[in-house]
């Protein structure tokens, strides 16, 4: 079979996809009812060459796809975005998409703007620059009189791209960024050993165990929506951005210290699922350029434009909906109790334990018996359901009492223990955190004095609920993992009346109006520490807790 120089466009790579033909024969007929074309493929071999060729392609194409966060925009949605930019009386003279995949914005603004002068399109994927030319000709063949700006495009990685050229041909005309930039993180490029990243890779500045945490992560579409906002916001013109909503509010947060001169900012919810088929949530982010700097975002829905809520900055403190926000201030301030995050041993096969036949049994099926003295019920984010919990399904070996506790002198007490984590070692060895590097052997994360508390107000930091579980002890106390976070207390009813406190709707409601449901961890520590019980019933004096 020769392909030699035979284009094969996306639709038909994603109509073989969708297919996936199992015979010769059932390709033939239903090819032939697509095409009229009999004997589609003449001999089974070519067949058969045809769907190698193309599972190689795929391949490449989903590897490709992750490491360049590629989804392309489709014309639907980019004619939608461009109207609606139009609407808005945006006539830009130049216009700017820094990774323009195979061009739809670029196409719809041609359409909806003549106003437009110049273009520049930046994409590291080269197919997808011929695509775009090639489109762009039969547009203009079959518009002829259609306006005809310079259109400037660049096989280029973005990261490399020397911005000066576009900036020199401002001279404060009407500009106009627009676009989609990939949706991938720096942590999922790092586990493919890529290099599609910024050369200043910790632009979040994270340090030790933040950085080892995560508090670093950042999306590269995060990256680069920050650059154009650092190099294009004095200029005259506008922002559009489709992102996701984490990156929106990150933005938004990070405005207080960029202090951009952006303003009339708009965050309009897409459907990401229809629009891309993708799991999350996202948005068009919307902003002036060279303006007096704006805090706050106004949300709307993209299909309906219907206004939601705002969120932003409110007296130097950060809302998800601030006009709740506004009703419930006065119980902002900082928490006189330290949340604490539960257990973290990231090794579940071997630390994960159900009680059988006496015994235990692991998460690769093994059953055997251990001492008592390390044993401890040990509650997961999928366990906090109910208001009050006193038993666990599952059970743990606490390693240590402490962070960085010898573990072998325990141990050595403890010969059944000791031989079921040996057995298991290379499990332990083969931990990916380097929070483990140079540690006791076996050690575990998140323990100290607070983990042995009795009773413990708990709640999830996995799932969006808000309300908070109270953690009674029984015969022994009950841990939580590090997917948890609680508050521990020495009496039941310390933790039960914190546990109202919690509960009550003024404090749901107060949470909710700072807590983004569409982050990836929307409860956080950081949230948890700002509910402060302001004039709540509660004193702590020379670290004595009292609630009256
Ligand atoms: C989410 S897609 C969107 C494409 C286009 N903006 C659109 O709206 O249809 C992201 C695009 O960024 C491109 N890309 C990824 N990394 C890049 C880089 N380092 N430099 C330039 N383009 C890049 C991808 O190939 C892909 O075409």
Redesign the pocket.
């Known amino acids: 079979m020769n392909l030699d120089c035979v284009h094969i466009g996306f639709e038909v790579i994603s109509f073989f996809e969708k297919e996936n033909f199992s015979s010769f024969k059932m390709a033939n007929t239903i090819l032939n009812e697509q095409t009229g074309v009999v004997d589609f493929f003449e001999k089974e071999n070519d067949f058969v060459d045809f769907q190698q060729t193309l599972k190689i392609n795929q391949h490449i194409a989903a590897e ?1 796809r992750v ?8 014309t639907q949605l ?1 004619e939608q975005i461009c109207t609606l930019l139009k609407n808005k009386n945006i006539n830009p003279k130049i216009l700017l ?9 670029i196409l719809s603004a041609i359409k909806t703007f003549p106003s437009l002068q110049q273009i520049f399109g ?4 080269e197919k ?1 620059l011929w695509q775009l030319k090639f489109e762009l000709l039969e547009y203009f063949l079959q518009n002829p009189t259609a306006n005809k700006p310079q259109i400037h495009l660049y096989h ?4 490399d ?1 020397d911005f000066k050229q576009v900036k020199n041909r401002i001279k404060n005309h009407e500009l106009l960024v627009i ?6 993180t720096n942590a999922t490029l790092s586990t493919l050993n890529s290099t ?1 990243l910024p050369e200043k890779s910790n632009f979040k500045n994270a340090k030790g165990i933040d950085a080892i945490t995560g508090k670093g992560n950042f999306d ?2 995060e990256f680069i929506s920050l650059k154009m906002l650092e190099l294009f916001s004095k200029e005259n013109g506008h922002f559009a951005f ?1 992102i996701k909503n984490s990156v929106i509010k990150n933005i938004v947060f990070e405005q207080k210290k960029n202090n951009y001169p952006i303003a009339e900012i708009e965050k309009h919810t897409i459907n990401a699922k229809k629009e ?1 088929n993708a799991a999350v949530d996202a948005s068009l982010f919307f902003c002036k350029f060279n303006t007096t700097p704006e805090f706050t975002a106004k949300e709307f829905d993209f299909y309906s434009s219907k206004q939601s809520v705002s969120l932003g900055w409110v007296n130097n403190k950060f809302a998800s909906d601030i006009e709740k926000y506004k009703k419930y201030q006065h119980l902002d301030g900082v928490c006189p109790f330290e949340w604490r995050q539960g257990i973290k041993h990231d090794c579940a096969k071997i630390m994960e334990l159900e009680r059988i036949n006496g015994g235990f049994r692991n998460a690769l099926g093994e059953e055997f018996e251990l001492e008592e003295d390390l044993v401890y019920g040990i509650l997961k984010s999928s366990d906090l359901k109910e208001d009050t919990i006193d038993r666990s399904r599952k059970y743990t070996i606490v390693t240590q009492k402490k962070i960085g506790e010898e573990t072998s002198q325990i141990l050595e007490r403890l010969p059944k223990t000791r031989d079921y984590l040996l057995r298991h070692k290379e499990h332990f060895l083969n931990r990916k955190s380097s929070i483990y590097n140079g540690k006791p052997m076996f050690s575990i994360f998140g323990v100290g004095d607070y983990s042995f508390k009795p009773y413990k107000v708990a709640i999830s930091g996995l799932y969006k609920q808000t309300k908070f579980t109270l953690i009674k002890p029984n015969g022994t106390v009950l841990l939580l993992d590090d997917t948890c976070y609680f508050i521990g207390f020495d009496t039941f009813e310390e933790a039960q009346k914190i546990q109202n406190l919690l509960n009550q709707p003024e404090t749901q409601e107060f949470i909710e109006s700072f807590m983004f449901t569409d982050s990836k961890r929307a409860i956080t520590k950081d949230l948890l520490m700002r509910i402060g019980f302001k004039n709540r019933h509660i004193t702590l004096k020379n670290n004595q807790l009292t609630v009256w």
């Open positions: 490709n490491e360049y966060g590629d989804f392309q925009t489709n980019t998409e820094p990774t323009c995949g195979k061009g739809n914005f930046i994409e590291i994927q997808y280029c990685n973005v990261f791209f676009g989609n930039p990939p949706w991938v599609n590269i579409g489709l891309f």
